[in-house]
């Protein structure tokens, strides 16, 4: 964008009418078709924030820029990119996934697993205990089959207090409406809800070995 318009130097002079095309152009350039819908949505956010700044400081000048600007935003940001990108995304639905081959995700999981099960019976240093903590978020996302965000954002003092709690399914009915393979899977895993979007539940299993470690270096 800098190299567009270089007086350019913060979001202040950056979020203009007078630089509006300019964003559009460099947004069509610049990002896929995801990033440019959650870019809409960042920019208004950012603009009422700038705004509201105006407002408690009675600058009259910015309040009319950002007024005119959000103006903009919600008038053709929608047409001239939120569609078009939309539409993009709707052509992929149906556009068929190259998934892994089940060797190569086995290949994964059991060096995740080794390298987990390596430092059990050992004191690691602050160095280890970092690149040890990496191998187990790697390990949950791909065991779990989760985003990054869930198992990486994981602190230390939630996580330790619910590897305490953590007790599996105790309930005896839903223990009896799982088949022999899940019930096998509870006994020897830990469930932990952590949050995930929107606030809501997201389960997260941890196999005994991973346990041991975590409550070893916590």
């Not at 130097?9 to 460099?26: K, P, T, W």
């Not at 208004?44 to 408690?56: E, F, M, Q, V, Y």
């Not at 019976?121 to 985003?147: C, G, H, Q, W």
Request: aromatic share 6%.
């Amino acid at each position: 964008m800098q190299k567009m318009k270089t007086d350019i130097l913060n979001f202040q002079s950056l979020l203009r009418v007078d630089n509006f095309d300019a964003i559009i152009e460099c947004v069509r350039e610049s990002f896929d078709n995801s990033a440019r819908i959650k870019l809409g949505h960042r920019l208004k956010k950012l603009t009422l924030l700038l705004k509201n700044t105006a407002l408690r400081e009675r600058n009259t000048v910015l309040i009319d820029e950002y007024r005119n600007f959000l103006e903009l935003l919600e008038t053709e940001w929608g047409d001239r990119i939120s569609y078009n990108a939309l539409k993009n995304l709707e052509l992929k639905f149906n556009k068929s996934d190259e998934l892994p081959l089940t060797e190569d995700a086995i290949k994964i999981s059991n060096h995740l697993h080794q390298q987990i099960a390596c430092h059990l019976d050992t004191s690691p240093s602050e160095r280890d205990i970092k690149t040890l903590m990496f191998d187990v978020a790697s390990y949950l996302i791909f065991f779990n089959k989760r985003t990054a965000s869930e198992p990486v954002n994981l602190e230390c003092d939630f996580l330790s207090k619910a590897l305490k709690e953590c007790k599996g399914v105790a309930d005896s009915e839903i223990l009896q409406s799982l088949s022999l393979v899940e019930q096998q899977l509870c006994r020897t895993m830990c469930i932990i809800f952590v949050k995930g979007k929107r606030s809501r539940k997201v389960p997260l299993l941890f196999s005994d070995d991973v346990c041991i470690l975590l409550k070893h270096i916590l």
